[in-house]
Nanobody, 122 residues
């Protein structure tokens, strides 16, 4: 199984920037799509952005133009550059990935990190 560790969260003022990282480790054959989610207090966990292995990206409308998702497959790491942060971006940010244990196995997406807290004050 893949282990995921998020880092880079913190407290910033509105308009500030943070860069989140998600490092994957463990025994696996390949990681395909990688995703960032966030969960605000009392709300459901929502998709923020995703990136395919080929590099294609998708963003939720509320972060388009402000957040940039990227990945470094040599390091099995995904990033989320967050600019022009707003108080409504405050949440715990989680990463999730699709992976295969072997070349012949099905895709799995059953691993989650512990999350990293992002707090944006006005």
């Amino acid at each position: 199984q893949v282990q995921l560790v998020e880092s880079g969260g913190g407290s910033v003022q509105s308009g500030g920037s943070l860069r989140l990282s998600c490092a994957a480790s463990g025994s696996f054959f390949i990681i395909s799509e990688m995703r960032w989610y966030r969960q605000a207090p009392g709300k459901e966990r929502d998709l923020v952005a995703c990136i395919a292995r080929a590099g294609g990206t998708l963003y939720v409308d509320s972060v388009k133009g402000r957040f940039i998702i990227s990945r470094d497959d040599a390091k099995n790491t995904m990033y989320l550059q967050m600019n022009a942060l707003k108080p409504e971006d405050t949440a715990v940010y989680y990463c999730n990935v699709d992976y295969k244990l072997n070349s012949w196995s099905d895709l799995r997406s059953d691993s989650w990190g512990q999350g990293t807290q992002v707090t944006v004050s006005s």
